[in-house]
């Protein structure tokens, strides 16, 4: 008897449906999917093409005759400099095209992020033009291109991108609201991986996967819906299309539930065995004969920092002009206020646990420390946090410089000389980093900021816990995007002086 014979003999009927069904919905979700990318895509390039065709004309075909509206593709096609340009776009569309292709920016069940896509898009305009304009001086033509054309072209790209997502995010949401669109995902492992893997499921606002549950040989609860036994059932009950595997190190079991459901067309993943390592940021090498995965901290390195550096630089520097007049202000209601000093340094940890002296307004008074020790009791933070929401120690003029974080102002001088940035991490006192976990540490892997993640997510009304969790968020996913979205959300959340204290 053939192996085919044998294999067909241990599927049932039952299977071939299930199996059938799958398939079915697969195609019919696969060419629903491309249809619509294609027409994403249509869609995105028409816009550039309008953009360039409306600038050509009135830039370009302005300048060598009279535009005849009435017999327009004759006017153009006598314009000297047509074949020029048409080498210029189709150099800059091709170049733009392979760098946003390479990223990934046209798959359909990609993640969108609005202003990471933009960021992106306007690198890949950046490029695509200095790679054409580069061409077109090697080969030394004696065309004069438009330098508003140009310009503007490549700013209206990038608005035309931005545009488009909108119009991609649009299009998934609306998908997503139609039931029969769903893509089926069952969890192996009910653990912190699983459960997070979840949550990312149930928080994706445009992918159309649909969590059905757990399984789960050591757990209990109704999202557990069995154990791993069960997995090949529920398959055919549920019509799985995804599968997380979230317990690698189960060799012989993992092996076997692989086996039991490969018969159907059923997309399995495997989350790695070093997932604490993976999730930070990873770099492929090779150990002499040997490849190896190198650990890297964060993202924030080479061109990165540098043009994170250099825009904590510029942008300390012009705030403390701007602000000066906020700064003397302070200063002088704190004097009036009460007797002290009007800026106090206090010793914190910075980047890999190197102590500086972070400046601030005072807004307590000027024996606080002193007084420390006496309300240690009254201390209503947990972890290694001393915060007390109505403080004795702060002073009229401190609880409102505090609530609207005036009194951090003076650390953009400490951002100036490098001590600092303005995003990330708020640097601890040292007898707070006395008592920090391994993993606690790892707050130390960039430089701590004046504002950050969890400052924008609740500020002091959230647990110490979930400070580090966001903290380590930033710094393993750092982008210039995520970057740009602190920044804009700080300036609400100081203004309604929320959760600060």
Same mark, same amino acid.
């Given at each position: ?43 995105? %390039? ?12 009135? +830039?370009? =075909? ?14 153009? !096609? ?8 048409? $080498?210029?776009?189709? /150099?800059?569309? @091709? ?6 292709? !390479?990223?990934? $920016? ?12 933009? &960021?992106?898009?306007? +690198?890949? =305009?950046? &490029? ?52 029969? %669109? ?74 076997? $539930? ?8 059923? !997309? ?9 390592? /993976? ?30 550096? #250099? @825009? ?11 602000? #000066? ?42 024996? @606080?420390?002193?007084?420390?020790? #006496? ?49 990330? *991490?708020?640097?601890?006192? *040292?007898?707070? =980093? ?5 993993? !606690? ?14 400052? =924008? ?26 970057? &740009? ?17």
């Amino acid at each position: 008897m053939s192996l085919e014979i044998q294999m067909n003999k241990n599927i049932k009927p039952g299977h071939l449906l299930i199996a059938e069904d799958i398939v079915s919905y697969k195609k019919k979700t696969l060419r629903l999917e491309r249809l619509l990318n294609i027409s994403m895509i249509a869609v995105e %390039y028409l816009l550039y093409l309008t953009c360039f065709i409306v600038l050509f004309l009135f +830039k370009v =075909v302005s300048d060598y005759d009279e535009l005849r509206w009435n017999d327009i593709l004759s006017s153009i !096609q006598q314009i000297p400099v047509l074949g020029e340009y048409m $080498m210029l776009i189709g /150099v800059i569309f @091709a170049v733009y095209t392979g760098w946003l292709y !390479q990223r990934g $920016m046209f798959k359909w069940n990609r993640d969108i992020k609005i202003i990471d896509d933009t &960021f992106t898009a306007a +690198k890949a =305009v950046a &490029f695509s033009f200095l790679i054409a304009l580069g061409l077109i001086f090697f080969l030394k033509t004696s065309v004069i291109y438009s330098r508003v054309l140009i310009l503007v072209l490549a700013v209206l790209m990038v608005v035309s991108f931005m545009a488009s997502r909108f119009l991609r995010l649009g299009v998934l949401i609306l998908l997503k609201r139609t039931p029969h %669109y769903d893509k089926n995902v069952l969890i192996i492992g009910a653990g912190r991986v699983g459960e997070q893997i979840r949550d990312n499921l149930n928080a994706n606002k445009t992918g159309r996967t649909r969590f059905i549950g757990f399984l789960d040989d050591y757990k209990k609860g109704h999202q557990v819906l069995g154990s791993i036994p069960d997995i090949e059932q529920l398959v055919q009950k549920h019509k799985i299309h995804e599968i997380y595997i979230t317990i690698p190190s189960e060799r012989g079991l993992i092996n076997k $539930m692989i086996s039991s459901v490969r018969k159907y067309d059923v !997309q399995i993943k495997i989350i790695p065995e070093l997932f604490e390592l /993976v999730t930070s940021s990873v770099s492929f090498d090779h150990a002499f004969d040997y490849p190896c995965i190198e650990i890297v901290r964060t993202p924030l390195r080479g061109l990165n920092w540098f043009m994170k550096r #250099s @825009a904590d630089f510029v942008v300390s520097a012009i705030g403390i002009l701007l602000i #000066s007049p906020i700064l003397a202000a302070v200063a002088i209601a704190i004097k009036l206020d009460s007797r002290g000093p009007l800026l106090i340094k206090q010793k914190r940890i910075g980047k890999n646990g190197a102590p500086f002296n972070m400046l601030k307004f005072r807004s307590m008074v000027a024996n @606080a420390e002193a007084l420390k020790a #006496s309300l240690a009791h009254k201390n209503e933070a947990v972890g290694p946090v001393f915060k007390i929401k109505n403080d004795p120690r702060i002073t009229r003029v401190g609880r409102f410089i505090r609530k609207y974080s005036l009194d951090e102002l003076p650390q953009l001088f400490n951002v100036l000389m490098g001590q600092m940035s303005l995003v990330g *991490p708020r640097p601890p006192l *040292p007898n707070e =980093v006395e008592q920090y976990t391994d993993y !606690q540490w790892r707050r130390f892997d960039v430089r701590p900021g004046i504002t950050g993640l969890w400052q =924008v997510s609740g500020r002091s009304d959230l647990p110490f816990e979930e400070w580090v969790k966001l903290d380590i968020y930033y710094i393993e996913r750092w982008s210039l995007g995520l970057e &740009f979205r602190i920044l804009l959300k700080t300036l609400p959340v100081v203004l309604k002086g929320e959760g600060a204290y």
